[in-house]
């Protein structure tokens, strides 16, 4: 059984989808959605408040019950890598406290946490709340695996640099008593350097002391490139069966920040029937047709990426991340990607050079 869980639009009609979905497939069951109040102004999360979809304590509340009602659950993300230590003194305490029974009684099963403290803090207060440790916990080996399972926690998302290491998630799977959840549709680049600040950054952002993106420009950078699309950590439809194989049956779909304007139930659902016909970026993209990635200016062939994921099944650890002397992703991206493609991207990614190189000038002539 596959169960797949998407990110929540607060909308009625698309958790009517959902459950058509479910009807229709006795193989795997979409048993969440998750998303959070926005504006936010409290807790924070690793995602931009100024992208998500507005919505009030009375329209989750409302959700949450029709949600409910169609066999699907709510999961509230506080998914922040900091919250300046508020966790740590007696008001923040309690304002967290009073916010967690709240979610409580308006029937939410689910809160998705990334500091060990709001687990604790969680784990006392409201012990009818389960939790899910975040990717953002980089959860990358049996020993931390290990921890989470001691803490309690009911559910892992694990890091995504580590879904091609197949040794691995089975020796995390050996440890965890739980389950384990993966993001199929992830638009990180393996190993990227600016991950663990991106989150910080984004964790704050709720305060609105972003004015100049730099971690999003950045990341949009590292991302011009075919090879470098090829490295990004997503997960194919076709694919997913080699994760189920493991023990590893949740699959998320990431895109809080993309679902109004997305077809969330279409990308599903090919995730669902394990196949996929056409540009691999728009299923990453959830078919938004703001086109959140168009950075790249790109598309790749979703059927020439078949087998691409083989030999890391079964030679586990075969990618030494020294892609100078390697070839396999460049071989690939040669095959999905169409050489016009290549040549506009290139020509992007010069265009940008100048302005990446002079960011701290920028910022210090930008007004107040």
Known sequence: MKYFCLPADFKNGTIDKYAELNNRYGHSKITETYGQLAPDSIFGSCRSPKNLPVVDTEQLKRYVKYSSDKGIEFNYVINASCMGNDELVKEGFRKICGFLEKLQDMGVK???????????????????????????CLINSP????????????????????????DILKNIRKVYSGDIEIIVNSFCRTDCPYKTFHYNSFSHSHTYKDKYPYYSARCNDIHI?????????????EDLHYYSEIGIDYFKLQGRSNVLDGNPAKAVTHYIEENYEGDLISLLELFSE?????????????????????????EPGFCSKICSECGYCMAYSNAAISRTDVAIMDLIKLMNKSTMDEFPRLLCDSED
């Open 225 to 237: 490139g075919a090879e470098n699309l090829i490295r990004l950590n997503w997960i194919r439809p």
């Open 110 to 136: 689910w809160i998705t946490l990334c500091l060990p403290s709001l687990m604790e803090i969680a784990k006392y207060k409201a012990p009818g709340l389960n939790i899910k440790a975040s990717t953002v």
């Open 290 to 314: 703001s086109r959140p990635f168009s950075i790249t200016m790109a598309e790749i062939d979703n059927r020439k990426l078949d087998g691409f994921l083989d030999r890391f099944v079964q």
């Open 143 to 166: 020993i931390k695996a290990k921890y989470y399972d001691e803490l309690g926690i009911n559910r892992l998302v694990l890091d995504e640099d580590i879904y091609k290491r197949f």
